[in-house]
């Protein structure tokens, strides 16, 4: 998209919409069928109240973010998802915001 097209976008009012890409979508079907974040999630100690997402989410997010065509550091991965319709890939309320390691705590196996 063109910055003056999307500045036409944002001036409007118009909330642009989001996306997703079709090899996420599939790699997102397959994780599901495994119970990819569910096993993660089994696996570590990790405290609800203080994460807003999931070991198992954030790690689903490094490995779906392997098939994007842009090379992202673990740093800026929530910034790989803006435009990126992630309530679809992680769950209802989640946003690309959210998808970073700065909210976690200190996790370790059972």
């Keep these: 998209m063109s910055k003056r ?3 036409r976008i944002i001036s409007s009012g ?3 919409r ?12 397959y994780m ?8 993660i999630n089994e696996a570590v100690v990790w405290d609800q109240k203080q994460w807003h997402v999931s070991p198992g989410n954030l790690l689903k997010a490094l490995v779906l973010n392997t ?12 910034e790989a998802y803006r435009g990126i ?10 946003t690309h915001e959210q998808i970073t390691d700065y909210q976690r705590t200190p996790c370790h196996p059972p």
Excluded: C, H, Q, W
């Design 32 to 39: 599901k069928k495994i119970r990819f974040e569910e096993l």
């Design 18 to 29: 989001l996306i997703l890409p079709g090899f996420m979508a599939s790699a997102n079907a």
């Design 14 to 16: 118009v909330t642009p």
């Design 85 to 94: 319709d992630t309530e679809i890939l992680f769950g209802d309320g989640v």
């Design 5 to 7: 097209k999307s500045k």
């Design 67 to 78: 098939f994007t065509d842009k090379r992202t550091p673990l740093y800026k991965l929530s």
